[in-house]
Structures are given as C-alpha cells and as structure tokens.
C-alpha cells in the first residue's frame, strides 16, 4: 500500500460523554484511529471500556443523553461530525455500515427479510422497488441463505440466532461500503457460525477492498483477521500496534494481563491469571493511569501523572509510564514490562 496514502478514515481526539443526574459519563475520551482502504482494525477490551461508543459515535448514532463533544472524524477528508443529519443518512449503509452485535433485536419484527435487504438499495441506488427486492434476494444468496427466494418472505422470527446474523451482514454490505464497522459480530454464536461471519467479512474486504474496524472482547477473533489492534481501558487506548507485534511481545501492563487470561493449547498451568479489581466508574476520573488501582507495576507516579500516548516502536504505541525514557526511573527495572 502506498505510504502517502490519506488515510481513509482519520478520527482525531473523539470525545463521547454521557449527561447523566450524576454527572457526565466519558466514555470515549481523546481516541484517534487512522484506517486505510482494505485495512482491519480491532478494537478490543472489558465490558464498558468505550468499544461500542466509538463505533456509534463514527455513525453519529449516539442515543441520548450521550453526545459526541470533541475531536474530528475524518472519513474521505471530511469531517463527519459537521455533517447534517441528512447527510448521514445518505452515508450510512452506504459509503459506511454497521453490523449490530444483537442478532436477536438488530431486525424489525414487523418487516419481511427481503425488505430488510432490499431497503439499502431502494435507499442508496437508483431502483426501482423490484430491482431492489432481486438485489435483496441475490445479497441473501451471497451469505448462504438457503432457498433465498421463498425465505425472503419470511419474517425474522422464522430465522435462528446465526441467520439472522447472515442477514444484518447482507444488509451491511448490499451497497459495497468503503468501512464497515462490526460490534461483536459473533456474540452468541456458535463456533462453526462464528468462523463463517469471519469468511464473509474477509471476503468483503477481500472482494470490495472495504476497511474493516471489528469491536470484540474475543482476542482469537482479532488474531484471526485483523492487521493491527488497538486496547481500549475507561474510554481511552492504551495500546495500539500490529496484531503479531501486540500478541506476541505486549507492552502495557493491561494488555498483558488479558493475554493471559486466555486458556491456551498446551499451556499446563493451574489455572487462568485473573486481573484483580474492576474497571473504575467513568464519573470523574481522578488524574494519573486508569488503570493503576488494578496494575502490578503501579508506582506512587502512576496515581500522580496522567500517560500519555507514546511510541514504544515505530508501529506501536503505548499510555504507560513505565514505557517512557523519563519516567523509568521510578520503576524498579524487574517491574518494567518487556
């Protein structure tokens, strides 16, 4: 890929809060991601560390009382985030899609699974209503629906947890969208389900040259089909590098903590390592590192001085002070990670 090339997507300083009586709800605070064209992404981290916030903020469809409050969304050189509400809608499920995480709720019960697939292109393309419902059917082919003429009339209640799957997939996909934005797509599935939702979207960024941002808590499904990964931990990224680089040689004290408490093949251990604690409350974050209550490494500094990202290596970057040449001192040399 050419090294000059603008990146396709370029989020700057996104800030996502929730206004709550108790107090604003940071959920996204300070993230910048770049992604090219035919690139994937995955975002990856505890139950509320910000994951699905990014991801609904890049569509502007963050449900009140959140809103997105600072930073640039850059996708194609424009910022999204200065767009009309009207030029959103003629972007998403177009140019940029999202595959909801909940099979179960994502359709409308009230709707045929034709007009599920063949809404985007009544929508986005110049159709008429029966070209779109032929789309629709041969979209429903493409993700190995079986019979799909006769089940294009069916009602998502007639469908199982992974077909209906295989439909928000189609329906993401009918316009070829340059991004796609996948928030835990293989939730609740199971495992041979699982590995045919990872073929589709490979195939789509294989086929259409179409980047993906996939959002998990399964680091497998990363491993599997993801360039690069980035850790997010209380709304912020902690790490970010190449999937074999993260994987095989992690940097922040988190990232590490969660590699290892994945069972692995061959591994003879007693049991699983734990990360002790919880994530803390996202109302009034004090200064210094998040995530020090819970860290090994933790210093007296850590609760004092609020990291920053840093660049560990030219492709990997790291929010831990144990990582920065002026604050190694304070860390015992046993202490800092490798």
Same mark, same amino acid.
């Given at each position: ?74 996708? $194609? ?14 972007? $998403?499920?177009?140019? @940029? ?18 007009? /599920? ?27 190995? @629906?079986?019979? !799909? ?10 469908? !199982? ?35 045919? @939702? ?18 998990? /808590? ?56 734990? @990360? ?38 030219? !492709? ?17 040399? !046993?202490?800092?990670?490798?």
């Amino acid at each position: 890929m050419n090294g000059d090339e603008r990146p396709l997507l370029d989020v700057r300083g996104l800030r996502t809060s929730f206004f709550t009586s108790d107090g604003e709800v940071v959920a996204v605070d300070g993230v910048d991601l770049q992604l090219r064209r035919g690139e994937a992404l995955g975002i990856v981290g505890e139950s509320g560390s910000g994951k699905s916030t990014v991801a609904l903020s890049l569509m502007g469809l963050v449900p009140p009382p959140g809103r997105t409050v600072g930073g640039e969304i850059l996708f $194609r050189g424009e910022d999204l985030l200065k767009k009309t509400p009207g030029q959103m809608r003629a972007l $998403r499920g177009n140019r @940029i899609s999202l595959i909801f995480q909940d099979p179960m709720t994502s359709l409308n019960p009230v709707l045929t699974i034709g007009e /599920h697939v063949a809404e985007p292109f009544k929508f986005h393309q110049p159709v008429g209503v029966r070209q779109a419902w032929r789309l629709g059917v041969d979209m429903l082919k493409s993700v190995g @629906i079986p019979s !799909s003429e006769r089940r294009a009339l069916d009602y998502p209640h007639r469908f !199982s947890g992974g077909m209906r799957q295989r439909v928000i997939i189609a329906t993401a996909l009918a316009c070829r969208p340059d991004l796609i934005l996948a928030d835990e797509p293989t939730t609740a599935l199971d495992v041979s389900i699982q590995a045919q @939702i990872l073929v589709m979207l490979r195939e789509a960024r294989q086929r259409d040259g179409a980047a993906l941002i996939l959002i998990t /808590h399964n680091l497998g499904v990363v491993a599997e089909l993801c360039d690069r990964a980035a850790v997010m931990y209380a709304g912020k990224i902690v790490e970010e590098a190449p999937v074999d680089e993260l994987f095989g040689a992690p940097r922040h004290p988190y990232t590490r903590a969660l590699l290892g408490s994945l069972p692995r093949l061959g591994r003879r251990e007693r049991r699983l390592q734990s @990360i002790d604690g919880a994530p803390p409350s996202l109302i009034g974050l004090p200064a210094g590192c998040h995530f020090a209550p819970r860290c090994p490494l933790a210093q007296p500094v850590c609760r004092e001085v609020t990291p920053t990202l840093f660049a560990a290596a030219s !492709s990997h970057t790291v929010r831990c002070l144990a990582q920065e040449p002026r604050w190694k001192p304070h860390f015992p040399s !046993s202490q800092q990670p490798v």
